[in-house]
């Protein structure tokens, strides 16, 4: 057996009773919901799907190693290693698990990684890469800190106020085009959103998922108390992983926010609702589909609020794909996880989103967050790919 | 790490993408959905034609390796041992595809690997059905239903306690290699249409054989029409009063014709001593026949129930979730489940269903915290009940898992030898029954075994078989 360093496993240990949680009854492996009619599910493991459909790509399979490993039974083996690393934690196997809220699986995988990181075998190179760009760059891309802000670059954005926005990275970098929508849709309604500039960090996603869970905190630690100083009472921000690091893994590490987070989509549902925004001009489709990013959807469970604003564009007629909200298959990123450690898979679960998106008869595909915008646009095959904010700034007749 | 001595061979027949024989590939095939011990493959590889799995079946022969077919791993009697690392676990689920649907001749073929769920939910839109099982059918492969299970039971099975009947015939590689077809397909210029062989009905050799004597890669079934109208309903009793819920399922069960698609008398059992529930779902091919079976339920209730039955709404919600959308059975929450089966005539289901219950009080006293007694369930299938008891542990808690599990042996041996059938085997369930076998039915089983496996290739080690 080809083993990697001592490893205590005292993360597994600490979650041992959700690791023993699992009665493998195998849903987690494919599940047809009990209303067929209503939302099909269909394959459930986007990595089981796509890498041969071996047990050990998916939960019950996975578990089942966890268990190995506490009983001295399985060791981490660099390909176990790299198997534990390559899936994006999309919560699927949770959503369709009738054992949540006693187990949620991405969690031991969660805990796995982490143990990995402490007894020095992980990350694997790829995502250790990632990591030292977050920690010298505070950017996944290892772009130059000072390019941070480019994209604001005439938008005179004030560095405080009650209301801030959150650009994250990709929308900081390769994806400006979501950031300068966002503001100009905030500003339309009146609102004129403070910005951290340079001072942004990455929020951690990946950090929080690989294992490098000291990193992450840095960054949480860091954005909150530049947040706080900024005077800021809301944060919105356009990344569906950013919403999800500073909604549900900061105040897990460091307590209460001392402030409010929210996803643009619910903040542009109330504008709309409020009538401080309207929606002009149709899209050139007409015909569009809506994927749920994991982390707003099932981790967050924001639904609804993208939905509602899709539905106000003139025109547009929004047509679900089979698996939609809680049972939405995943773009294939996830937190960095899979699109580093095995990009061919990642784009095959993309390929596989977008065939989805493809036979609903959609011209195009509606997101709400850059990291999914990106991975569907490399599997589009033709089909035009908008984040929700680029999609209503160009109904709002808004240049950006 | 040393690959398998056969793995290369197998990566020739299945394409390396489905061939895995790391010590963690293998760990994570190593038990069913039961508490019993982990039996480790050495080699697990996905065909996708009856071909590849005809050649796997071959080299195993040459190399006199044993194979160890799996489904959806659902099994809960204790996954087959084969010979550990070593064995070539053949996983079905690659081999998918729903065959023909044929309307006329009412007949499906599906792919061994096909889930139950998947071939409801593809036949629902033809307003066409099969008779596959109740739960787990998200992961229940048609294989490994008819090949574990007798068939399955449990959907829609008013009038049969198992499905086996509506099979209509198997393809099958033998332990040596050669495919083969049941049926009306003995006559090779005739569809799979029905279940009579030229000769005996050797399709029965595969229906409940755990996979010992070859391998199925298709399964013909008989297709139903779908009926759309359907109501549950709920009847709850005093726990004392088990008798009259009981007399009320036997009329119901006993009433021509059959008046629901499934019928549960269930309760939390003799530790808790709550109320039982008697949930049905009857169904109609129009709202009209769906009434007739509800009134003529509902009278019979009245006639039987004592003047302290009522229908409570809670019970009735319970009713829906778990009969209407049942496929989400039973809840994982509890933990690991351990479980009692036995299909029983009616004369005598009710002296079993007492006798493990106060078995079950005995073996508990002093562990209800560790190991819950977890409902018992007397379903009412054609003329007979199938009685479950599930326990319900940690599996994180190893002495629990030791104590259901000798509960369960110890209430298995008694619900047979008071005259109860299991329907559920594989290794340990299979050994129990196997130990009673009368030694002449057992002598013609192992030779049967050894006729059609000489190098005992196929699931060894099964039925207290070599
Ligand atoms: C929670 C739960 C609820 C259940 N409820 C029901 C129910 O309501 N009704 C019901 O009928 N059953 C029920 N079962 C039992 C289950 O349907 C059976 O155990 C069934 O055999 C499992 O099918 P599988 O595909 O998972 O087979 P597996 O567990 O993979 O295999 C079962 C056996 O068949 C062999 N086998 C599998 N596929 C093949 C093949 N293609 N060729 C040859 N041999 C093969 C295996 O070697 C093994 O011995 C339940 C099980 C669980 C865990
Ligand atoms: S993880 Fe959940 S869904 Fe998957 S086998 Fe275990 S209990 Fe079932
Ligand atoms: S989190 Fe997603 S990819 Fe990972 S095991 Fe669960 S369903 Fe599969």
Redesign the interface.
Known sequence: ??TTGVIANSELERI??M?????????C????S????HT?A?RVCPVREHN?????HCA???L??A??ILEG???Y?P??ID?IYSDPDCKLCTWV???????DPPMVWRAMRQDIVAAGSGPPPPLKEIDTRVREQHNVFGARTDRRAKWAQGLDLPGRGELLYFAGCYASYPQAGIARSTVAILRQAGLDPAYLADGEWCCGVAQFHDGSTALAEQAAKHNVELIASSGAKRVVTSCAECYKSLKLEYPDILGELPFEVVHVSEILADMLGAGKISLKAGLPERRVTFHDPCHLGRYCKVYEPPRAVIGAIPGVELVEMKRHRDYAWCCGNGAELVSSMQPELASEIARGRMEEAGETGAQALITACPRCVLSLERAARGMKVYDLTVAVARSMGLEV | MAHHPLYSDLCQIAGSKYVADSDFAVWAYAKDSSAYPARVPGIVVRPNTAEEVSEIVKLANQHKVPIVPRGGGTQFGGWPPGEPGKSICVDMTRMRRILDVNELNKTVTVEAGVTCAELEARLLPKGLYAHTVFSPADSVTIGGMVCGVFGGGGQMFAGLASNWPTIVGVKAVLPNGEVIETGTRTNPHAKMFFRSAVGPDLAGLFIGSMGIFGIITEVTLDLFYWQPHREVGAVAYKYERLDDAYQAIVKLGMHEPKLFSLCILFGLGPLAQTDWQLLYRAQGHSREELDRKLETTARIIEDTAPPDAWQPADAVGYATEFLLHGHDFPPHTLGMWTIMEFLCPRDNTLEIFKALSELIVEELRGWEDRVLSGGCSMFMCGEQHYLSFGLYHKESDPEAREKALSVSQKGNILGLEMGGFKLVLNKEGGDICAAMMPPAYSNWLRALKKAMDPNNIMNPHMLLLP
């Open positions: 057996m080809n041992r009773e690791a023993y949680a699992c009665t493998r009854c195998g849903a492996r494919e599940k047809y009990g209303d067929m009619t099909p269909f041969g459909g071996f047990e050990h019950r399979g996975k089942q190693i268990q190995g039974r399985c060791a083996s390909e176990l198997l698990c009738n054992a949540l809220p006693v187990l």
